[in-house]
């Protein structure tokens, strides 16, 4: 896999302002797009900034409404575009009634709209990575989620090979396929298998071990960061974190990055920066619309886009251009 971008379509916290939006991160893998929350105007959001991708799946942290409530006017906004292929969203215990209640799951879109519950350890498999869901501290039951890239091979020296005599094309894919040559061992040739990247996403959280164990080595760890230290007694009452206390967490992981969301308009974002570097100095506190860009460990770690560097999914946002009128027909039916 070559691709992985954490778009950040929302990053307010339980209240929209003017700049921020309410929760939710798009996950671009190659070809994949996975939304992580979908708040209240997440596809305004998406709409307005990289387009309305066709989504492969919506993981959801927890049931605050700031979380979910924009999944109905996305389910239906998808289907008058005629999307065709199905879509599925996972999250706690309880989003299968939460969503009935307002007539998603109901059977009646155009696609198939697969729900289902996950428990901590639960893990969906897709081509290439993995999403495993795990136990965090807050209000009623919520999870967050660690997506996992699969490992990659070990690179090829093609000095050393040379230095064995392998230097004909049929004998260096019988190696990198990990078939011995003669007397030459795959080992003698091929590095050490490299660890697949790591992004690990909190949802709404008390600083807890489980988000620590879950971020361990990851390259971005993106953590919630709803007070301020000084409000430190608020933030244990609800259940949020400090953005000290993420810095923490960030530290203890050994993470490459920590980016803080859910962001309240109550503090200057600037006291929130150095309340975190405090702590651990590879922090960022994303806007809407900026992106993180993860590449492969050789190529350099994690840094941050603004909204200029973005890569924009015209292909999507023509789509929808297209389908407007269609649909805006539709739904006078």
């Known amino acids: 896999m070559d691709q992985i971008e954490l778009f950040f379509a929302g990053t307010g916290g339980s209240v929209p302002t003017p700049r921020r939006g309410l929760p939710a991160t798009l996950a671009r893998l190659d070809g994949d797009r996975l939304l992580f929350d979908c708040g209240e105007g997440t596809q305004r959001q998406l709409i307005r900034s990289i387009g309305l991708a066709d989504l ?10 700031d979380h979910w409530l924009g999944i109905p006017g996305l389910v239906r906004t998808l289907e008058l575009r005629g999307r065709e292929k199905p879509l599925d969203i996972y999250g706690p215990s309880g989003t ?5 209640a307002v007539g998603i799951a109901s059977g009646k879109t155009d696609y198939e709209l697969h729900i289902s519950e996950l428990d901590a350890g639960d893990a969906i498999e897709f081509d290439g990575y993995e999403v495993e869901a795990f136990n965090v501290r807050h209000r009623g039951t919520a999870l967050g989620y660690s997506l996992v890239e699969a490992g990659r091979p070990g690179r090829f020296d093609p000095e050393r090979a040379a230095e064995l005599g392998i230097t004909d094309g049929k004998e260096i894919a019988a190696l990198v396929a990990g078939d011995s040559v003669g007397t030459v061992e795959p080992a003698q040739v091929i590095g050490d298998p490299r660890a697949g990247r790591k992004i690990v996403i909190s949802g709404d959280t008390a600083p807890c071990e489980m988000v620590e164990a879950a971020a361990s080595g990851a390259d971005v760890l993106i953590h919630e960061a709803t007070f301020a230290e000084e ?14 206390q993420a810095a923490e967490v960030a530290a203890a992981a050994g993470v490459a990055m920590l980016a803080l969301t859910h962001i309240s308009a109550r503090y200057p974002i600037r006291k929130i920066i150095e309340e975190a570097e405090a702590v651990f100095t590879e922090v960022v506190v994303p806007r809407d619309f900026d992106a993180i860009d993860i590449p492969v460990a050789e190529k350099g770690g994690p840094r941050l886009l603004r909204p200029d560097d973005v890569e924009i999914e015209q292909a999507a946002a023509a789509q929808f251009a297209e389908a407007a009128e269609e649909g805006a027909a539709k739904s006078e039916d």
């Open 56 to 65: 492969d799946a919506i993981f959801l942290t927890h049931l605050h409404a």
């Open 231 to 244: 409000d430190s007694a608020r933030a244990a009452e609800t259940m949020h974190s400090t953005a000290q």
């Open 96 to 100: 299968v009634k939460q969503l009935a």
